[in-house]
């Protein structure tokens, strides 16, 4: 009987350190996506466009199960497009046509099933602010730059698992999230090419979305200081 307890107590020590392992250990993660898209048809030239996205963090697992910590994003898109075709010629828009950048709060809820794997998933809120560029038609010939700006704050839900490819290097892999609250501010501004009077609209807008997007996958890795 005395050795089943000590065996037992043996166990559970075991399994204690093993759970305790993250515990106070501070990271640095980081998420990329890049996209890039190219057009070839026999009638139009070639059109080409770019999505480039980066979203690096640094945490901290309070608990073995807890982790939160500050986040950063930023997105750029571009590229080589035809807008329309007008009386034989092309209308094109070339160059950066968005880019974004914000700063955000997440927590983090792990799972861990052995030694190497497991998920997580948890809320974020997040401060962002975005710019876009695109071309509109005002009446029929009339084209418009319009440019947008948007400051937004909003709260999230993630998820996502990670492997353990070394002690400090792991893999990161997002499997889906959903933006149920957001309050944003627009400003809108269009000038026409032929110098007629353009437009300048603002808007504060409420959205409510509780449906969660999935699977919306990413890669990324995470480093875990010492």
């Known amino acids: 009987?005395?050795?089943?307890?000590?065996?037992?107590?043996?166990?559970?020590?075991?399994?204690?350190?093993l759970l305790a392992q993250h515990e106070g250990k501070k990271f640095i993660s980081g998420i990329a996506g890049v996209n890039f898209q190219n057009q070839h048809s026999a009638?139009?030239?070639?059109?080409?466009?770019?999505?480039?996205?980066?979203?690096?963090?640094?945490?901290?697992?309070?608990?073995?199960?807890?982790?939160e910590g500050f986040r950063l994003n930023a997105a750029l898109s571009g590229g080589?497009?035809?807008?329309?075709?007008v009386d034989g010629e092309e209308v094109r828009q070339n160059g950066i046509t968005?880019?974004?950048?914000?700063?955000?709060?997440?927590?983090?809820?792990?799972?861990?099933?052995?030694?190497?794997?497991?998920?997580?998933?948890?809320?974020?809120?997040?401060?962002?602010?975005d710019y876009a560029k695109?071309?509109?038609?005002?009446?029929?010939?009339?084209?418009?730059?319009k440019i947008s700006r948007q400051i937004s704050l909003s709260a999230g839900l993630e998820a996502g698992a990670y492997y353990m490819l070394t002690e400090r290097w792991w893999l990161l892999a997002t499997l889906g999230f959903s933006t149920p609250l957001s309050l944003s501010y627009n400003h809108d501004k269009t000038e026409l090419a032929s110098g007629n009077a353009g437009t300048a609209n603002q808007?504060?807008?409420?959205?409510?979305?509780?449906?969660?997007?999935?699977?919306?996958?990413?890669?990324?890795?995470?480093?875990?200081?010492?």
């Open 98 to 129: 968005g880019a974004g950048g914000g700063i955000g709060y997440f927590w983090q809820y792990y799972r861990h099933f052995n030694g190497k794997a497991g998920i997580f998933a948890g809320p974020n809120v997040r401060a962002q602010y």
């Open 203 to 226: 808007a504060f807008t409420y959205d409510f979305k509780p449906a969660l997007q999935f699977p919306s996958v990413g890669l990324g890795l995470r480093y875990v200081l010492k």
């Open 1 to 17: 009987m005395k050795n089943i307890l000590l065996t037992s107590s043996f166990l559970l020590c075991i399994c204690t350190s």
């Open 43 to 67: 009638q139009q030239s070639s059109q080409n466009t770019y999505n480039i996205s980066i979203s690096p963090e640094l945490g901290k697992f309070k608990t073995n199960n807890r982790a």
């Open 134 to 145: 695109t071309l509109e038609f005002r009446g029929q010939v009339d084209i418009g730059e």
């Open 80 to 85: 080589k497009r035809i807008f329309a075709i």
